[in-house]
Each structure stands twice: as structure tokens, then as C-alpha cells.
């Protein structure tokens, strides 16, 4: 099975604040990546696919980066709206699985 | 408007059943794949199943391989999981999610469905 890793776990920022979040997999998976942002008590909601595709309705301020076994998620300028927690998954093989995750808090 | 809406979960007791249904509208259902993913209480995500749109492709994380059997009736837009032999540790949200037209990511997920196995 494909292991995605995210770093860091927890994550303290502010308003207007640039961050990134980045997860790696434990083998190359090319591009076959996608990141969701979940609030507490909802679904999670897609933001990234094929590692830099932004969802349509997702604000631009979001973006992704990466391919093989390296990927980023960055958030250009933070809005109060965006402290949630962020999960990536690969999608190139069986078992789907998804990283750990990123809890994004104000600082 | 898009809507997966899940229902049947409840509390079961370790080695019970349960049988998760999920309701679609607002898109054809039909020519999607769908899946199953579930969220331990306050720990990450999991995929569970995912189902090809004329249900003859399913495929299953091992841990409920076996137990877990992923179905779907294209006449009524529902997907179902059917639980069995149910363990302490499947106490999650189930969430119920379509998968986009190409891939296996999931563009679209229901609000989830309580299952908690416990004595």
C-alpha cells in the first residue's frame, strides 16, 4: 500500500499569512494527487485534483504543486474562512488512502 | 442541486450487521462510480469501498474485506454498504462520495452516517 505522509501536523498562522503544507508518498504516484479541507462536524470538500487542478468554486488564493512523491499545498493568503484541517490523497493505485492530515490554527 | 444523503447507522453490538444506504439526486447516478469513506471519531480519513457505475467492479481497503459488501440499485440512486461481523474498531462516520467521471477522487460527499459498535 501507497503511505502518505503530511507534515506538519498542526500548523498555527494568521490572516494574510502565506503557509504551506506539504505531503509526500511512499512511492511515486505521478501526479495522482488531490487535497480536501474539512471543518469540524462536515464533509470534507475537494480543493486540489491531479496535484495542481483547482476545483472549480475554489478561490484562487488555494493551489497545489508537485509530482512523484513530493507535493505542496499552498494558501497564497489565509482567510478566516480557511482554519480547518487539510487531507491529501492518491488516487494512482488500490488501496485509496489518505495522509494524516493538517490541522490549520490561528495563531 | 447535488445531494448524497445517508442513513442507517445506529449502534450495534461487536460481531452485528448493519446495512448504510445513501440517497443521490441531482446528477446522473447511473454513470458515476461511488464509494464509502469513514472517519474514526476525531482521526483522519479512510476509503472503504468504491463501486464501478453498473456495479460489476468493487474493490474493498483489506480491513473490510470479507465483512463489507459495497452495492448499488441505478433504478432507485441509492448505494448501500452492508456491515458484517462488525468490530469495535469500524466505529466511524461513513460517509458516502462520488467519484469524478475519470478518477478515483471524490468531488461530491454526503454529510455521513454514525455507526458505533460497542457492548
Known amino acids: 500500500d501507497i503511505q502518505m505522509t503530511q507534515s506538519p501536523s498542526t500548523l498555527s498562522a494568521s490572516v494574510g499569512d502565506r503557509v504551506t503544507i506539504t505531503c509526500r508518498a511512499s512511492q511515486s504516484i505521478r501526479n495522482w494527487l488531490a487535497w480536501y479541507q474539512q471543518k469540524p462536524g462536515k464533509a470534507p470538500k475537494l480543493l486540489i485534483y491531479k496535484a495542481s487542478s483547482l476545483e472549480s468554486a475554489v478561490p484562487s488564493r488555494f493551489s497545489g504543486s508537485g509530482s512523484g512523491t513530493e507535493f505542496t499545498l499552498t494558501i497564497s493568503s489565509l482567510q478566516p474562512d480557511d482554519f480547518a484541517t487539510y487531507y491529501c490523497?492518491?488516487?494512482?493505485?488500490?488501496?485509496?488512502?489518505f495522509g494524516q492530515g493538517t490541522r490549520l490554527e490561528i495563531k | 442541486e447535488v445531494q448524497l444523503v445517508e442513513s442507517g447507522g445506529g449502534l450495534v453490538q461487536p460481531g452485528g450487521s448493519l446495512r448504510l444506504s445513501c440517497a443521490a439526486s441531482?446528477?446522473?447516478?447511473?454513470?458515476?462510480?461511488m464509494s464509502w469513506v469513514r472517519q474514526a471519531p476525531g482521526k483522519g480519513l479512510e476509503w472503504v469501498a468504491i463501486?464501478?457505475?453498473?456495479?460489476?467492479?468493487?474493490k474493498y481497503v483489506d480491513s473490510v474485506k470479507g465483512r463489507f459488501t459495497i452495492s448499488r440499485d441505478n433504478a432507485k440512486n441509492s448505494l448501500y454498504l452492508q456491515m458484517n461481523s462488525l468490530r469495535v474498531e469500524d466505529t466511524a462516520v461513513y460517509y458516502c462520495?462520488?467519484?469524478?467521471?475519470?478518477?478515483?477522487?471524490?468531488?461530491?460527499w454526503g454529510q455521513g452516517t454514525l455507526v458505533t459498535v460497542s457492548s
Open positions: 441531482g446528477f446522473t447516478f447511473n454513470n458515476k462510480w
Open positions: 490523497q492518491h488516487y494512482d493505485s488500490y488501496p485509496i488512502t
Open positions: 463501486i464501478k457505475p453498473d456495479g460489476s467492479d468493487k
Open positions: 462520495a462520488r467519484n469524478t467521471a475519470t478518477d478515483a477522487l471524490f468531488d461530491f
